[in-house]
């Protein structure tokens, strides 16, 4: 191991302990991260809840401050919310659907958006369409600009990295067509910030959540959306609004917080706020393409040691791969396979057929391993993987 690699793992303790192959589900925490988390806490229980919050004030301004710049914007535009569901949902909310509209989206996207998506065609008789994929996998952007053609597309939704492959969704080719059509456009980065660069200047999307626990390497239970100035001058503001998000100006009348936390809440934890500030500021120090690529070769070199096993069989797809490997293996169900794993020391995870209803019906598959390696990540613990692989492989085909 180089020097840089020693000492990504000598700041992540978890790496003593297991393998962790399971970033996309929730990616080991620098010790940095659990320390402002830890102190903060700590200051709550010997100084008060408030009045530790208004102590760390200037460390909340510099947590935002992180956040943005991963961005590639400005701190007016990042909302804090509970993790990239609430902040994708928020976003949602922000349009008044009506019987009629449309909303775009994609053959591969987050299962949580998919199932918003029906209860909104259900309730209020919005229509879903999806555009068709490219040979490749991806989107088809000209399939999206036909779509948006039609005058009652109110949204263009798009999961840039799901959640059950390492398909890479073109996020900002559909950005342009978006932009062209005049369609507001709201982008799931859920597993691409913390390893694919994010400039939301380039995406030209209007809104995009995302997570702190994933490759972002943050805690759990916190997440954050971006509003772009556009969204902010349009006026758009959640369905359900709370008093950090605007001001009660008369009995019946109310004004919106002038910048993206007019979609916050009130009432969320500082201590995972300042974690994830932190998780920021380490991933802007080690570099989110240098540390993002060395995961995405990670992840290649797997898909080749995958494919050469008897009988496993690879489902990613896409002109580019993300750091999400998934196969399935002869002989397992992927939960049941996750938990043999495990007790090894080695951590993944399980996607499931309903995950992803569309892309894993055109897979023929009903459930796949899912690995995810990240920069700290050794080839030595790939290895380790592949003599598990082999002999759990050995152990179903005997029984």
Not at 205 to 227: E, Q, W
């Amino acid at each position: 191991m180089d020097d840089q690699l020693i000492r990504w793992r000598e700041d992540t303790p978890g790496c003593t302990k297991r393998v962790h192959l399971n970033n996309a589900g929730a990616g080991l925490m620098p010790r940095s991260v659990v320390e402002a988390i830890t102190g903060h806490v700590n200051r709550e229980a010997l100084v008060g809840g408030y009045e530790s919050s208004d102590a760390a004030e200037d460390a909340v301004t510099a947590s935002y401050a992180n956040i943005a710049e991963l961005l590639g914007a400005k701190p007016r535009n990042v909302a804090v919310v509970e993790n990239s569901t609430v902040a994708f949902f928020q976003a949602l909310s922000a349009f008044d659907f009506e019987r009629g509209d449309v909303i775009v989206t994609t053959k591969n996207d987050y299962i949580s958006n998919q199932l918003a998506y029906l209860s909104l065609a259900k309730r209020q008789g919005v229509e879903i369409r999806r555009a068709e994929n490219m040979p490749t996998g991806e989107a088809d952007p000209q399939s999206v600009k036909e779509l948006l053609r039609d005058p009652r597309v109110k949204l263009l939704a798009v999961t840039w990295v799901p959640t059950n492959s390492g398909l890479m969704q073109p996020v900002e080719e559909l950005g342009e067509v978006a932009e062209a059509a005049g369609v507001p456009y709201l982008i799931d980065a859920c597993q691409a910030v913390g390893q694919i660069p994010v400039d939301v200047s380039r995406l030209k999307c209007d809104f995009l959540s995302a997570t702190a626990r994933k490759f972002l390497r943050g805690p759990r239970g916190i997440g954050f959306l971006y509003v772009s100035d556009r969204a902010l001058q349009r006026g758009d503001y959640p369905l359900y609004i709370d008093m950090r998000g605007a001001n009660w100006i008369t009995a019946d009348s109310y004004e919106p917080a002038p910048d993206a936390r007019r979609f916050e809440n009130w009432e969320f934890a500082y201590a995972l706020l300042l974690g994830l500030g932190e998780a920021a500021r380490y991933a802007l120090s080690v570099g989110v393409a240098r540390g993002g690529g060395r995961a995405r070769e990670l992840a290649a070199t797997m898909r080749n040691k995958l494919s050469a096993l008897p009988g496993y069989r690879v489902l990613d797809r896409g002109k580019e791969l993300a750091a999400i490997v998934t196969a399935v293996v002869p002989g397992w169900e992927a939960p049941a396979l996750v938990d043999a794993l495990r007790q090894r020391g080695i951590n993944t995870s399980a996607t499931l057929r309903e995950y992803a209803v569309i892309d894993m019906a055109e897979k023929k598959a009903t459930s796949a391993l899912r690995i995810s390696p990240h920069y700290y990540n050794t080839e030595g613990e790939l290895e380790t993987l592949i003599d598990a692989l082999r002999a759990v492989s050995a152990k179903a085909a005997a029984s």
